[in-house]
């Protein structure tokens, strides 16, 4: 897994499915390599996208992301409409593949199998980009220790689209939040909390 380091950009392209992530453990040259609490702590953006289509596909699922947060079922059913005429001008790959069956679950959907089928959603997503040299859209990867799943997204205030607490959220992947908190000496994400499933099916944070 790897990890969002510096002002990186990112773009559409396959990637490989053993690394679920689109971020690089390697810090930046002079730079000291960061611990996995301070990686889990901080926000590590990167920039999206080198082609307009997938920009607007980014930018539709983020607004998406956002709208799963404020349990706003009419913008979701907006946002999966953008997304999917974007699909449309893009080349296709097997993450887009995914990308175009998640949103096909979603139509109609209700708060709670919306929220199931967005972490599968952002997998696929956060495969579909890497670093290129422009972009609009500022992006990091957060990851929620109850639903257990990532997101990608923009702004400084990590706002869950799963519904859970900010307590349970962190800037990073799974496996940089887990060992910071092994570090920190908390118990591995899930077990003093609901699991995916639990808080999917309850469909509101606590």
């Not at 392209?13 to 689109?22: C, F, L, N, R, T």
């Amino acid at each position: 897994m790897f990890m969002f380091m510096g002002l990186m950009v990112l773009g559409c392209a396959d990637a490989p499915k053993s690394e679920p992530a689109v971020v690089s453990d390697t810090p930046a040259v002079g730079q000291p390599a960061m611990s996995a609490e301070q990686a889990s702590a901080m926000r590590q953006p990167g920039y999206c996208c080198t082609e307009l289509p997938m920009q607007d596909l980014v930018s539709a699922y983020l607004e998406m992301g956002e709208a799963l947060a404020h349990e706003n079922i009419e913008g979701i059913e907006v946002h999966r409409l953008a997304m999917s005429k974007q699909l449309d001008s893009i080349r296709p790959t097997s993450e887009l593949a995914i990308i175009r069956e998640a949103i096909a679950t979603m139509a109609g959907c209700e708060l709670l199998a919306c929220r199931a089928a967005f972490a599968t959603l952002s997998e696929a997503v956060i495969q579909s980009v890497k670093r290129t040299t422009t972009g609009e859209l500022d992006i990091a990867i957060a990851y929620s220790r109850t639903a257990k799943a990532h997101w990608l997204q923009s702004g400084v205030e990590i706002l869950s689209p799963y519904g859970d607490s900010r307590e349970s959220c962190e800037w990073g992947t799974r496996d940089q939040v887990r060992a910071a908190d092994a570090t920190r000496g908390g118990a591995p994400d899930g077990e003093d909390a609901p699991g995916t499933q639990q808080i999917l099916e309850r469909g509101t944070g606590g």
